[in-house]
C-alpha cells in the first residue's frame, strides 16, 4: 500500500518505480515471496508501480506470489463510499488489477471487506469463471468473521484459504476475545468470537495487517505507559534473541498456533531487512516470553 507515490490520480514517477523497485529487492532477500496488493492503493498506482518492477525484472513473476483484493468502491464523483461484489464490478476490478500489475494470473485474489448486498450465488459463478479462465488461482477474503466465510464457502466450489485481518501486538482484539469469554470486557473487545479457530478447522491462513503497528513498539515516541513497556521489553528481548525489534513484534504474532502471516506494510527497505529473523524468533521464544509481551502491551494482567 506504501508503493506508488500520492493518493491522487498524479502520475507516477522515476523515484516511485525506484522505490518499488528497492523494495521488492529488500523483500526478495530477506526471505519473502508473497506481495499483497489491492485494487484501491493510491488509487491503483501501487499495482501500477509494481507492475512496472515486473516488466523490468525478466523472470520475477516466476519466483513470486501475487495477490489482490477487490470490492471497496471508494467515495467518488458524489457517489458514497461502498461495498459492491456484483459480477460486473468484480470482474472489471480483476481485469483493471491485471492491466495495472502486467501480468496474466494472480495467485490469490481476496475480497476486501463484507458486502451486505452481496448475491451470494451470483458471487460464487463470477468468482468460478476467474478460476476457469485462469486469471485467479486461488481465493481469499479480509475482514470477515468465522460466520461470513462458512456462509460464503457453503456456494463456493473451491475453498477459501486466506484472511486477512488487522492483527498484531497492538491490535489484539483477535487474542483477547480469547480469554475474555464469559466476562463483561469481552463484549468490548469486537472481534467475532470463533473466527480464529474457524481457521484453524479449515486450514486458512490467517494474515495479519498493520503488523509492525506503524513502529508503535520499534522506535516511535510511546504514547502510553503500557506502550513504553511493551516498547522496553521487545528491546530486551531483541538482544536476548539475536535479532531486531521488528523481529520480536513479528515473532510473537507468528508464535501463535494460528498459521499467521505478517503483511509488512513498510517500504521502507530497512525495516523490511529487520524483519527477516521472525520466523526464527517465533520458533524460539519461550511461553513466559510471548505472554510477557501480551501483558506489557495490554497494560494490565490476564483475567
Known sequence: MGLGGTWDDSPLTAADTE???????AAREAGISLFDHADIYRMGKSEEVFGRVLADTPGLRGQILLQTKC????????LPGRYDFSAENVLAR???SLQRLRTDYVDMLLLHRPDPLMDVRE???????????????????SNMSGAQIAYLQDQLDAPIVANQLEMGLGRRAWLESTVLVNRDEGFAAGFPHGTLEHAASHGIELQAYGSLAQGRFTGRTAESPADGAASALVATLA???GASPESIVLGW??????RI?????????????ACAAAPRVAAAMTRTDWYALWTAARGAGLP
Do not use: C, F, K, W
Open 19 to 25: 522505490q518499488a523497485a528497492a523494495a521488492v529487492q
Open 123 to 141: 458471487l460464487s459463478g463470477t468468482l468460478a469463471t476467474l478460476m476457469a479462465s485462469g486469471q485467479v488461482r486461488a481465493l481469499g477474503v
Open 261 to 273: 502471516s505478517p503483511v509488512i506494510g513498510t517500504t521502507n527497505t530497512g525495516r523490511i531487512a
Open 94 to 96: 480483476v481485469n483493471e
Open 239 to 241: 538482544d536476548s534473541y
Open 71 to 78: 470490492g471497496i468502491r471508494p467515495a467518488a464523483d458524489g
Open 253 to 258: 504474532l507468528m508464535r501463535h498456533p494460528s
